[in-house]
C-alpha cells in the first residue's frame, strides 16, 4: 500500500471537525438567541418593576400620565397605562389622544393575563400593529390613590437581534480563530508525526541492513569455521571475527578437557594475556550451571571465573553444546551499556557456529585417532608407524644423532590363546601395550605392528641405553599380575629386536626388517631374549 501523506492523513479528520464546528454553531447561535430573549425578557421586567415601585410611591392620578412619560424617555422603552376593562389611558409612544383613541387591549394576551390575576406577570412577544413591529410586552397591576392599573412596558425586538448579531460576530470570530488553531496544530502534529514515521521506517531500514549485513558476516565466518582443519585455525578465525564484528566487546575462549572436568581458556582477544591458559570448573560460572546464555548486567552477579573482569560493566557467557555435550564457553564483556544486550542474537548465532565447529574438530580428531591408532590396545597402529619413521629418520640424519628401533613379539602367542582362549589373549596384548607406555618416555613411539607383534620408535637412544629400556619392559611383562574373569594368566615372554639408526648401515627403508631380522633370531635362539642388529652382523 502506498504511503499517504501527511495532509491526506489529516484530511478526514479536518473535515469532520470543520462539520462538528458548523453543526456546534448552529446550536450554539439557538443558544444565543434564546440567552439575549431571556435577558432582554429579564431586563425588561426590572425595568416594569422599578416602573411600578416608582410610580405606586410617587405617581398620583394627576401625575401619572407626566411620570410614565419621564419613565419612557429614561428607558428608552414604550409605557403604556390600561385599566381593568382593557381601556388604554396613557401610551409613552402615542400623544394622549392617540393613546384614547386606541382599541380596547383587554384581549392582548399580556394583558389578558393578569386581569385575570392581578398578581401575575404578562409577558408577550408578538408584533405591534400600532408601531408596525415586533415587541416584548411585559405587563403588571399596580396601585394608584386606591384604584387598580396596569402597566405595560414594551420594547422593539430589534435591539435583542442586536445584541444577538453582536455575540453570533464574536463567537464566529472565535469558533473561525479556534478552527484555524486546530487546523494549524493538526498539521503541524500531523507533519511531525509523519517525520516520527519517516524517522522510524529509517532506523528500521537501518537495522534491517545492519542486520542483513550480521548475517551474511555470520554465513562468512560459519564457512570459515567449517572450512577449519585444527583448533589453532579455528581460534584465529573466531578472534578476528569478533575484534572486527563486536569492536567495543572484549571476551575470550575456553575448552572443555573431561579427562580433568575442567575448562581452560585457549584464546582470548582485547584482554590481558593471563587470560589464556586461565583454568576453572563447570560450577564458576552461571552459564554453565543453568545450560543456557548468561547476560550479566552492571551491578548484577558476575561468573566466579571472571576474575580478571569483575569490572566490566555486562559479560555475556555463552555455553558450547552438540549433541547434548559442553565442548566449551565462549565469553564476552564489554563496557558499554547494552552493547552485548544489544547483539546478544547475533552473539548467540556464532556461539552455534563455533559449537558446531567444534565438534566438527572433535569428530575429525575421533576420526584422525582412529585412522591412526589400533583399536585394542590404543597403541598408533602401522600406518603411523610408516609416517612417524620418515618424521624421526630426518632429525636423526640432520642432528646426527641415534634413533633405536625395537620390534617386540609375545613368545608362544597361539598356545597361549589355544590354552586361555582370544579374550585372555586379547587382556594380555592390552596388559602389554599398557607396560609399553609405563616405561616410554613422551618422545618415544610405540606401534601395534601387527598381531602380537610391537615396535617402539626411541629417538636419541644409544644401543646401550636401548637394551636397558627392553630389559625393563621385559621386567615389568614378567612382574605384572594378570587377573582375567578370576583367573590369574600366566606372564607372556618376549623377543626383542633391536637397530640402531645410523649405526648398523639402516637405511629408512630397511629399519624395520633390520630389527625383524634381529627379532627372529632371538626366537631362533631360544626366544625370551634380546637381539641387537648390530651384534648378529659381526
Ligand atoms: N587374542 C589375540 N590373538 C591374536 C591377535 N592377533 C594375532 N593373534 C594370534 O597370535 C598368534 C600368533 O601366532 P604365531 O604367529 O604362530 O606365533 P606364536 O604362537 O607367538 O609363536 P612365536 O611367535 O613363534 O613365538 C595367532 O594365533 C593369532 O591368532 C589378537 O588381536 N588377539
Known amino acids: 500500500m502506498n504511503q499517504l501523506s501527511y495532509k491526506q492523513l489529516i484530511a478526514l479528520p479536518v473535515i469532520i471537525v470543520i462539520l462538528l464546528i458548523i453543526y456546534s454553531s448552529y446550536l450554539m447561535s439557538r443558544q444565543l438567541e434564546e440567552y439575549a430573549r431571556f435577558s432582554h425578557q429579564e431586563d425588561q421586567l426590572l425595568t416594569l418593576n422599578h416602573a411600578v415601585h416608582y410610580l405606586e410611591n410617587h405617581g398620583t392620578t394627576a401625575n401619572i400620565i407626566q411620570q410614565i412619560n419621564t419613565i419612557s424617555q429614561i428607558t428608552g422603552k414604550r409605557l403604556t397605562l390600561i385599566n381593568l376593562q382593557g381601556e388604554v389611558l396613557a401610551d409613552s409612544a402615542l400623544k394622549q389622544e392617540e393613546a384614547e383613541a386606541l382599541e380596547n387591549h383587554g384581549q392582548r394576551p399580556e394583558v389578558l393575563s393578569v386581569i385575570q390575576n392581578l398578581n401575575s406577570i404578562g409577558i408577550s412577544w408578538r408584533y405591534s400593529n400600532t408601531l408596525k413591529t415586533n415587541l416584548l410586552y411585559t405587563t403588571k397591576s399596580l396601585q394608584i390613590n386606591n384604584s387598580t392599573l396596569l402597566l405595560r412596558v414594551a420594547m422593539p425586538q430589534t435591539e435583542v437581534y442586536q445584541n444577538l448579531s453582536i455575540y453570533r460576530t464574536l463567537f464566529y470570530i472565535s469558533g473561525t480563530i479556534a478552527l484555524l488553531i486546530v487546523t ?3 498539521l503541524l ?8 514515521i519517516e524517522e522510524e521506517h529509517q532506523v528500521l531500514e537501518r537495522k534491517v541492513q545492519e542486520r542483513t549485513q550480521e548475517i551474511s558476516a555470520l554465513n562468512d565466518i560459519s564457512a570459515l569455521f567449517s572450512a577449519c582443519t585444527d583448533y589453532e585455525e579455528l581460534y584465529l578465525i573466531l578472534t578476528s571475527s ?3 564484528l563486536f569492536p567495543k566487546a572484549s571476551g575470550a575462549l575456553a575448552i572443555y578437557h573431561s579427562s580433568k572436568a575442567l575448562f581452560t581458556n585457549v584464546t582470548s582477544w582485547n584482554l590481558n594475556n593471563s587470560t589464556t591458559h586461565h583454568t576453572f570448573s563447570h560450577d564458576s560460572c552461571w552459564a554453565l550451571k543453568v545450560g543456557r546464555p548468561y547476560y550479566k548486567k552492571i551491578n548484577a552477579i558476575g561468573c566466579a571465573h571472571n576474575t580478571d573482569h569483575q569490572l566490566a560493566a555486562n559479560q555475556l557467557c555463552i555455553p558450547l553444546t552438540a549433541r547434548g555435550e559442553t565442548l566449551g564457553l565462549l565469553q564476552l564483556y564489554s563496557d558499554e551499556h547494552n ?4 547483539n546478544r542474537t547475533t552473539l548467540s548465532t556464532l556461539g552455534e557456529n563455533l559449537s558446531l565447529a567444534l565438534a566438527g574438530l572433535i569428530l575429525l580428531d575421533e576420526l584422525r585417532t582412529q585412522a591412526l591408532h589400533d583399536p585394542l ?3 598408533f ?7 612417524a619413521l620418515k618424521s624421526e629418520v630426518s632429525p636423526a640424519k640432520r642432528n646426527n644423532t641415534q634413533l633405536a628401533t625395537m620390534m617386540i613379539d609375545a613368545d608362544h602367542f597361539k598356545r597361549y590363546n589355544d590354552i586361555h582362549g582370544h579374550d585372555a589373549g586379547d587382556y594380555v596384548l592390552q596388559a602389554l601395550s599398557k607396560s609399553i607406555l609405563e616405561i616410554l618416555r613422551s618422545e618415544d613411539i610405540a606401534c601395534r605392528y601387527g598381531g602380537e607383534e610391537f615396535v617402539i620408535l626411541l629417538p636419541q637412544t644409544s644401543q646401550q641405553d636401548s637394551i636397558e629400556i627392553a630389559k625393563r619392559l621385559r621386567r615389568v611383562t614378567r612382574n605384572t599380575s594378570l587377573q582375567f574373569k578370576g583367573k590369574t594368566l600366566p606372564n607372556l615372554s618376549l623377543s626383542i629386536g633391536i637397530t640402531i639408526f645410523p649405526t648398523d648401515s639402516a637405511t629408512e627403508n630397511n629399519i624395520l626388517k633390520q630389527a625383524d631380522a634381529a627379532m627372529y ?6 626366544r625370551d631374549q634380546i637381539v641387537c642388529y648390530g651384534d648378529i652382523q659381526t
Do not use: F, S, V
Request: hydrophobic share 25%.
Open 184 to 186: 494549524g496544530t493538526g
Open 189 to 196: 502534529i500531523a507533519k511531525y508525526i509523519n517525520r516520527r
Open 242 to 244: 569478533c575484534q572486527q
Open 339 to 342: 552493547y552485548l544486550e544489544l
Open 377 to 379: 590396545t590404543g597403541l
Open 381 to 387: 597402529n602401522r600406518r603411523h608407524l610408516d609416517e
Open 521 to 526: 633370531h632371538a626366537k631362533q635362539h631360544g
